[in-house]
């Protein structure tokens, strides 16, 4: 419980989330789900400190906060050169989102991959 409301606080503090909305006790299985199934990061394919990113955020449609479909896998590492959750799910900064995730997510996959 004490780290359900810690974890609240720090989504809000960096702007994650507003204070007024709260997740569905089903996220935690939701978000296990999600990453068995898709444990790596869309971007550069870490596999260290990974985060369950909505496509679109769910304070801005709760309906959407356990669709599969709205979910991409995306780390907060770093140790590739960029944290891809922050850069490439929020254009830099958590208060904002990228419409085009998914295909952003794809192109830079296949730069990773192909870098010299």
């Not at 960096?14 to 996220?27: F, I, Y």
């Not at 999600?34 to 679109?56: P, Q, R």
């Not at 590492?77 to 929020?90: E, P």
Request: proline residues 5%.
């Amino acid at each position: 419980m004490a780290s359900t409301i810690l974890t609240k606080i720090n989504d809000v503090l960096k702007g994650k989330v507003p204070l007024d909305v709260s997740r569905s006790p089903e996220w935690p299985k939701v978000r296990a789900a999600h990453l068995k199934d898709n444990g790596t990061c869309a971007v550069c394919g870490g596999t260290t400190k990974l985060e369950v990113h909505h496509i679109k955020p769910f304070h801005l449609d709760q309906s959407l906060e356990l669709n599969p479909d709205n979910l991409i896998t995306l780390c907060e590492d770093g140790s590739d050169g960029i944290i891809c959750h922050l850069s490439i799910g929020h254009l830099g900064s958590y208060k904002s989102f990228n419409v085009d995730v998914i295909s952003d997510a794809k192109m830079l996959n296949i730069k990773y991959k192909n870098r010299p």
